[in-house]
């Protein structure tokens, strides 16, 4: 199989084969999306997550097997550090998704065996579109805390 082969953009995937299905959106307002293990901080939803100056994303821990079960890595300036399914930001990505996994193989330049490496993957790789919502999260919550006046060290 060539890994130059791409199949559907992501969302006719998700539609067609109910892989790759998450509900990132919080409906039911009493259940918060996420809630900080250190000091309580509760985000009520994605959004308000990703737009708190007080949080960096600083890590992904890949799941070969089910993409969505990876883990998306915070800080959050508690010094709390807290994990989210990748399952709850894949309808940030509705671009081409490849059907080869070139892990291990010589195109692959290894990005998700590092778990700080939060890089855009030149692969053309089944993982690559992981990077790319890595890449979105990275950027918003950069713009979060230069809109804040805090210093951006992402």
Known sequence: MSNDRVIEPISKLRAATGSFEADPVN????EPFKACPACGKVWHTRDELLSDPEVELVGYQVHFEDLSLGLMMFNHSCRGTFAVA??????MYDGPAFDEMLAGKPECPGYCLKKT?????????????????LEKI????????????Q????
Do not use: N, V, Y
């Open 27 to 30: 409906t039911d307002s009493s």
């Open 138 to 149: 990275t950027a918003g919550l950069s713009k979060a805390r230069i809109g804040s006046g």
């Open 86 to 91: 990748a399952e709850k930001f894949l309808d």
């Open 151 to 154: 210093q951006d060290s992402a």
């Open 117 to 133: 490496e939060l890089r855009r993957c030149p692969a053309k790789c089944e993982c690559a579109f992981i990077r790319e919502i």
